[in-house]
């Protein structure tokens, strides 16, 4: 099975969407550079030293900006093989959206349409 690891919400405010998160549901929120497309890393649950989950099957996720590119909520599935993986969603009847993308230390990286038009991200994840 290939599960979902991620979840990605957007956001038109990052300083208001990060103190609500801390203060309701005390998420330690993480505002990332330039580098990383300014990207708010949502941390849900506690991490060990390799920054894994210590609870298992836990996931933690991240807000976007708001915008022509992303405006609904969307996760994020982990694959052993991107390539093969692109290759299975087309031939399902599913949509590339975009090219596939290097995210440095995490993985590749790419969004797809499934049959109802859900977008979804799916990741092969760099070897620990």
Known sequence: MNPVVHFEM???NKKRV???YEVAF?????QLGKEMGHYLLATTTPLDKNRMHKEKGAINGGF???GP???IPHLVISVDD???HIKIVKKVGGKIIGKP???PGI????MFSDTEGNQVGMLQPVKM
């Open 101 to 103: 993308m290097d995210i």
């Open 64 to 66: 976007f900006q708001y």
């Open 107 to 110: 993985g590749k990286f790419v």
């Open 10 to 12: 957007p956001t038109k």
């Open 18 to 20: 990060k103190k609500f």
């Open 69 to 71: 590119e992303g405006k």
């Open 82 to 84: 991107l390539k093969k």
């Open 26 to 30: 005390g998420w330690e929120m993480d």
